[in-house]
């Protein structure tokens, strides 16, 4: 069975900082993994996707890698700004899994002004 | 192009009734899945459709059901409510099935069970 850990639920950083947000995940064989954000009480805003054959993924700040081998997946935010806190979630589609998304638990980023 | 749309936004119901919840995709998506989010489980996966058919389902209890029309659009009911119900309901569209595209979310319907 597929898990996805996300290390630490809560991260706060100084605004300027550059951001490291950490995902695992227990099974290699995956379609896809996706990072979201998601602020209070609202639905998640699709920030990268990183196919299966992809090393990493890239979007102004926001850069991702993917290591299928070792089951890790890393977000970095460049030059983080107080409009960046938020919750990140990462989350994979196992293979023969459709669309099912496995979530990690998030990690809820505080960029202090 | 509008994105995922979800009606309603919030909803009190109390124990023992149904509610039906329901989701447009954006404009020429397929594949509609459904989430459910509380703070105890995170988000959990209740199931897929695509093309009018359910291709995927997560372990929810027989209240849990769902539709999709022939416009994509998709509804999701759930009977018999409970206390522990009471969660936000996202859900996520996606050109086509089979886990390769990108999935766009809706803002979800705040569901309160009292």
């Known amino acids: 069975k597929q898990e996805v850990t996300q290390i630490p639920a809560a991260l706060s950083v100084p605004e300027g900082e550059n951001l490291v947000l950490n995902c695992s995940f227990t099974?290699?064989?995956?379609?896809?993994l996706q990072w979201f954000r998601q602020d209070p009480g609202k639905g998640l805003t699709s920030l990268l996707l990183i196919q299966s054959s992809q090393r990493e993924q890239t979007s102004g700040r926001l850069n991702a890698s993917l290591d299928k081998s070792s089951g890790r997946s890393t977000l970095y935010i460049a030059a983080s700004q107080p409009g960046d806190s938020a919750t990140y979630l990462c989350a994979v589609i196992p293979m023969a899994a459709g669309n099912k998304l496995t979530f990690g638990g998030g990690t809820r980023v505080l960029v202090k002004p | 192009k509008a994105g995922v749309t979800q009606t309603p936004r919030y909803l009190i119901k109390t124990r023992g009734q149904q509610v039906t919840l329901s989701c447009s995709p954006i404009s020429g998506h397929r594949s509609v899945s459904w989430y459910q989010q509380t703070p105890g489980q995170g988000l959990q996966f209740l199931f897929e459709?695509?093309?009018?058919?359910?291709?995927n389902k997560g372990n929810f209890p027989g209240r849990f059901s769902g539709r999709q029309f022939s416009n994509s659009r998709s509804e999701m009911n759930v009977s018999t409510l409970e206390l522990g119900d009471s969660a936000l309901y996202l859900c996520?569209?996606?050109?086509?099935?089979?886990?390769?595209?990108?999935?766009?979310f809706g803002p979800g319907t705040r569901l309160t069970v009292t």
């Open positions: 459709y695509f093309s009018e058919t359910q291709r």
């Open positions: 099974d290699s064989a995956i379609y896809n």
């Open positions: 996520a569209s996606s050109p086509l099935g089979g886990g390769a595209y990108e999935q766009y």
